[in-house]
């Protein structure tokens, strides 16, 4: 959870610290909605767990059948969406923030992106805890935050919210 928590705010910190309280909000209100959106994912997991914890032990077929629906199910679910907030970005912030955060539809057109891959792995997280690899799954949430601060830090200098707002100027 420590990592989670990190890899979720993270961003956010950074943004504060290199690009000021403009590009935070900017980016926070996109982020604010792929936020909501992980809400499918989370509940599909405790949904499935006990599910698949209960056919790691009696049935590896129908564990097999549960993961590859999971997954499936999952992956029709966060594609749609990926690409309905792609699409529909500028006029979603527009409706739900207003003009002055019209900067946000770029941040969210990217960051949705990492929602429907969230969709896509929870199945694979999901199975890591029902097996009883929670260490594993903790090394992946580790690589992953580290992976978000080495990005951030590479990325966030050059690409970020307000460079983009001043070249459209």
Known sequence: MIFVTVFYWISTVMLSFMKGDAVVGWYYAA???VLALLFVPGAWGSTIFPVMSKFY???RDSLRFSFEKSFKYLTILGIPIGVGATVLAQRLILL???AEYANSA?????SVWSSVFIFMGATFSNSFNSFNMQVMETKIAGSCVALNVVLNLLLIPKYSLLELALRQF
């Open 57 to 59: 032990v009696i049935s």
């Open 106 to 110: 770029t941040a969210l057109q990217i």
């Open 96 to 98: 739900i923030f207003g």
């Open 31 to 33: 982020y604010r909605m």
